[in-house]
T-cell receptor
Framework: DAGITQSPRHKVTETGTPVTLRCHQT?????MYWYRQDPGHGLRLIHY???????DKGEVSDGYSVSRSKTEDFLLTLESATSSQTSVYFC???????????????FGEGSRLTVL | QKEVEQNSGPLSVPEGAIASLNCTYS??????FFWYRQYSGKSPELIMF????GDKEDGRFTAQLNKASQYVSLLIRDSQPSDSATYLC????????FGTGTSLTVIP
């Protein structure tokens, strides 16, 4: 158990509404990631964080913002949700201090978001 | 060109057979290679990683890496119905790049 919890696990919302997904970890790891998973596209990185208030964009960051005010929490916000953002969102952590190239990722349970 | 390519399958093998899953990657500078298993509706979980050319064995699983050919494979020996899942190949550069996954079904 990597000590990662995501909330909410399921959410249905309407186009144009804001949505925030939360990722919480209990082990104080430095690196945290948000991915989305869609059929035919696999897992794609949205944003990642390498410390409190230190974040960077991934390959599919348009329409998303993130914040990390505490080591344990990494928030993903959709300012104005669109149907193309219907997806399963996974939070992940890297347990090694060196980040992406130095160890495996551990994933949360996922958050299924449907935008109508 | 995608960073990581996998045959989406589905791949079906009879119980007890060897399942062979393949992955190619585009970045010659990639250093670390991972295989994740994902059951339907669940999150990915790591089953193997490999850093050096050659084979790495862990129980029924063997990962094979050929950096010259930019090729990574996963062999599952004595396949079991519980191995039925989607297998994701991941390669690291400055971030993790995932393939789209290969769906494996082991037929009892």
């Amino acid at each position: 158990d990597a000590g990662i919890t995501q909330s909410p696990r399921h959410k249905v919302t309407e186009t144009g509404t804001p949505v925030t997904l939360r990722c919480h970890q209990t082990e104080n790891h430095r690196y945290m990631y948000w991915y989305r998973q869609d059929p035919g596209h696999g897992l794609r990185l949205i944003h990642y964080s390498y410390g409190v208030k230190d974040t960077d964009k991934g390959e599919v960051s348009d329409g998303y913002s993130v914040s990390r005010s505490k080591t344990e929490d990494f928030l993903l916000t959709l300012e104005s949700a669109t149907s193309s953002q219907t997806s399963v969102y996974f939070c992940a952590i890297s347990k090694l201090a060196g980040g992406p190239d130095t160890g495996e990722l551990f994933f949360g349970e996922g958050s299924r978001l449907t935008v109508l | 060109q995608k960073e990581v390519e996998q045959n989406s399958g589905p791949l079906s093998v009879p119980e007890g057979a060897i399942a062979s899953l393949n992955c190619t990657y585009s970045d010659r500078g990639s250093q670390s290679f991972f295989w994740y298993r994902q059951y339907s509706g669940k999150s990915p979980e790591l089953i193997m990683f490999i850093y050096s050319n050659g084979d790495k064995e862990d129980g029924r699983f063997t990962a094979q890496l050929n950096k010259a050919s930019q090729y990574v494979s996963l062999l599952i020996r004595d396949s079991q119905p519980s191995d039925s899942a989607t297998y994701l190949c991941a390669v690291t550069g400055n971030q993790f790049y995932f393939g789209t996954g290969t769906s494996l079904t082991v037929i009892p």
